[in-house]
C-alpha cells in the first residue's frame, strides 16, 4: 500500500527553522501529489485531533518567521497507551499513512513507539536549540540560538569593558552544552560552565584576576543553565563571598529560542523537511533525517532517541586557552 496521505507536527521546545522543515515536507508532498494535514501542539494535537488541511499556500511567508505555525507542547499524556491508542484513531479515521515528527530525542522516542505499537510509518526531523540529539551532528534551531546568543554578549561586553566588570551571562541547555560552549568561543569567554560538571570558583577567581593583573577591561563566565535555571545566582554569591568577587549576572532564557533562522538552519531544515517526505515514499519506516560528515541523510530512529551531550568538550579549552 503506497502512502497518499502524510500528517506532520512539531513536538518539544520550539526552535528557529522548524517552519522551514513544515514548509518544505508540505511543499515536496504537495508536489508529489501526496495530501498533508498539520496537527496542532504535536503530541497533544494528535490525541484530541486538532489537524487542519495544509495548503502551497499554507506554508506561504514562513521561511524567515521563528516558531512554529504548526504549535508546539511537551505532551506527558503522550506516554499513556489509552491515549496514543486515540492519537491512532485520530490519523486512522482522517485516512493518514504516514508522520513526520520534528522535535528532540524525546519526540523520537514518542514517535519510534507509536511507529512500532501502530505500524505505522514514521519519520523524524531532529529540531531543538540544543543540538543534543545523538545519530546526528546537527538540530534545526541551534546556529540561530547561538548567534542570538552572541548578539547579547557582545552588548555585555560593550558595557562590561566600559566599567571593567565580571559577568556571568547564563545561556540555556538544561542537559546541554553545546550553546554555552560554542557561544563562550565565539565571545572570547574567560570560562565556561557546563551543566553537570562542579563549579571550580577558584579557577573563575585566579583567571579573572590574572586577567585583571594583565590589563583586561572585562570578564565574560558563559554559564549553561542546567537542571535549575538561575544558578548563575548562586555562583555570584558564591564568588562574592568566597573569593571577594563581584560579578553581574545576566541571564538570557528564551529570547534564544525565538527569532529569525539563520541561513543553516533555514537550509538544513529545507533539506532535511524534503528528504523526510522522499524517504517515506521511498517506503522507509523508524528513520530520522541527521546530518553525518556534513551531509543531510538518513539513519535508523533507534539511533536518534538518546541525548547527547559534550560532542564540543574540546571548545572549553580552546575558549581558555584564546582568553587567556
Ligand atoms: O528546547 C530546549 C530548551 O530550550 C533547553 O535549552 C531548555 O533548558 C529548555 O528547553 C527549556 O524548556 P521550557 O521552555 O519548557 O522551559
Redesign the pocket.
Known sequence: MGISHIAVLSS??D?PGMNCAIRAVVRTALSKGIKVTGVKRGFAGLIKGDFQKMSLSSVGNILQRGGTILLTS?SPEFMDKKFREQAFNNLKENKVDALIVIGGDGSFNGAKNFGEEFNMPVIGIPG???NDISGTEYTIGFETAVQTAIDAVDRIRDTAHSHARTFLVEV???N?SAIALKVGVCTGAENILLPHEDVDYQRIADDVNRGVARGKESSIIIVA?GPKGGRSYQIQKTLKEEHKLDAHVAILG?IQ?GGSPVATDRFVASQMGNLAVEALLEGKTAHVTVIRSGKTTIAPITECVTKQDMNFTEYKKLAQTLSI
Request: charged share 35%; glycine share 22%; aromatic share 0%.
Open positions: 518539544g521546545g526552535a511537551r531543538t536549540i540544543d540555556m541547555g538544561r546541554s543553565e528564551h529560542r
